[in-house]
């Protein structure tokens, strides 16, 4: 990170501090992260600061504490910022870096299903057990039991699996 070097500001007269961070993703990732929180007119307010979640005053009022505690934290570019309890504000005890795909998981309107001691969201039972999370979805809005939702293989497997036995008896019959 660049160092942090004095300013004035001919706007309003007033000192500040210039972190040379204005741009990058890592800005931008601060930036949104205020407008979800602290606009109303933000198309994401209602999620945030509408549920009352809230940046803590120390990255609301300082970015470079924000820069400063990504870094420490783990910051690169390929990960994104998460609130660890979806619930809880945004602050350095709340928030971690973590991948795209592992914050698809912690989600509010993930469907969290707990099945023999493991839980998982729709999307990774899918990739656990090679079945489509739509399939898996679809099933539970048809009433089917935990149970059967992760233990059936889908049909057109079942489909394929007795058409390959079906003409491994035709050929010993014949």
Not at 106 to 130: D, M, P, Q
Not at 131 to 147: A, D, E, M, P
Request: glycine letters at 8%.
């Amino acid at each position: 990170m660049e160092k942090l070097r004095p300013t004035h500001n001919c706007k309003n007269g007033q000192f500040g501090i210039k972190h040379g961070m204005y741009g990058t993703r890592l800005y931008h990732i601060w930036n949104g992260m205020k407008g979800r929180c602290l606009n109303p007119h933000n198309k994401d307010y209602e999620d945030y600061g509408g549920r009352g979640i809230k940046v803590c005053n120390e990255w609301a009022d300082d970015s470079t504490s924000f820069f400063r505690w990504a870094m420490h934290a783990g910051y690169n570019d390929n990960l994104t910022i998460d609130r660890i309890n979806n619930n809880y504000d945004y602050c350095p005890a709340n928030c971690r870096w973590i991948s795209s795909d592992a914050q698809q998981r912690n989600r509010r309107n993930n469907k969290i299903i707990t099945f023999n001691g493991e839980s998982h969201c729709l999307a990774e039972w899918g990739r656990v057990l090679g079945i489509s999370h739509k399939t898996i979805y679809s099933r539970i809005r048809n009433g089917w039991s935990i149970y059967d939702v992760l233990q059936v293989i889908p049909s057109h497997r079942n489909q394929l699996y007795r058409n390959k036995n079906r003409r491994a008896d035709d050929g010993k019959s014949k």
